[in-house]
């Protein structure tokens, strides 16, 4: 059972480059989660979606979009990559609303 | 409104000693509570959580937290430090229909 499963895990990008980040969860969860990851800033949630086909804006959603075609898979994209952008992105996902957050491990992205 | 406070970016303790991590929250709904461990270079791994039930929680590696509404706290302790705490700890906060939202974090330095 592989959980959360994020693609890539490192990536490095120039300034105006696009990416995608795919995250894959096999626990036939509702709820999956974007968040980036800074120094002294905790967990900050970039946008979520309650289940396939919908999406919501978080705290800092700004310079990203998401998708959610299918249940299992939540996309993170980057238009337009930013230095500001340079940060470790967390995709988690849980059951409902009660239920904890399964974690995937990570993608470490650095905007030059 | 929905905001988590941890109080101590870094909280140092000798092996043996108690742990006492502080987190503080504010909820216009009836929080579910979380106490999530991060170790370096890793995702995050579920400690514990409330959720109505019991005010005192236990979760893994020996960790407790009471919720206490009156204080609006829900502080993690652990009766004695092992080498193996050292990591950052972050406490998050959902409620009915919200997204989990997450504090700054406290860096956990366990000294022999």
């Known amino acids: 059972n592989a959980g959360v499963t994020q693609t890539p895990k490192f990536r490095v990008l120039k300034t105006g480059q696009s990416m995608t980040l795919l995250c894959a969860q096999d626990m036939n969860h509702e709820y999956m989660y974007w968040y980036r990851q800074d120094p002294g800033m905790g967990l900050r949630l970039i946008h979520y979606s309650v289940g396939e086909g919908t999406t919501a804006k978080g705290e800092v959603p700004d310079g990203y979009n998401v998708s959610r075609l299918k249940k299992q898979n939540f996309l993170l994209g980057l238009e337009s990559a930013a230095p500001s952008q340079t940060s470790v992105y967390f995709c988690?996902?849980?059951?409902?609303?009660?239920?904890?957050?399964?974690f995937g491990n990570g993608t470490r992205l650095t905007v030059t | 409104a929905q905001s988590v406070t941890q109080l101590g970016s870094h909280v140092s303790v000798s092996e043996g000693a108690l742990v006492l991590l502080r987190c503080n929250y504010s909820?216009?709904?009836?929080?579910?509570l979380f106490w999530y461990v991060q170790y370096p270079n890793q995702g995050l791994q579920l400690l514990l959580k409330?959720?109505?039930?019991?005010?005192l929680v236990k979760g893994i590696n020996g960790f407790e937290a009471e919720f206490k509404k009156s204080e609006t706290s829900f502080h993690l302790t652990k009766p004695s430090a092992h080498m193996s705490d050292a990591a950052e700890y972050f406490c998050?906060?959902?409620?009915?229909?919200?997204?989990?939202?997450f504090g700054k974090g406290t860096t956990l330095s366990v000294s022999s």
């Open positions: 988690a996902s849980k059951r409902e609303d009660s239920s904890p957050l399964h």
């Open positions: 909820s216009s709904v009836p929080p579910y």
């Open positions: 998050a906060l959902s409620g009915a229909g919200t997204a989990l939202i």
């Open positions: 409330y959720t109505s039930a019991a005010t």
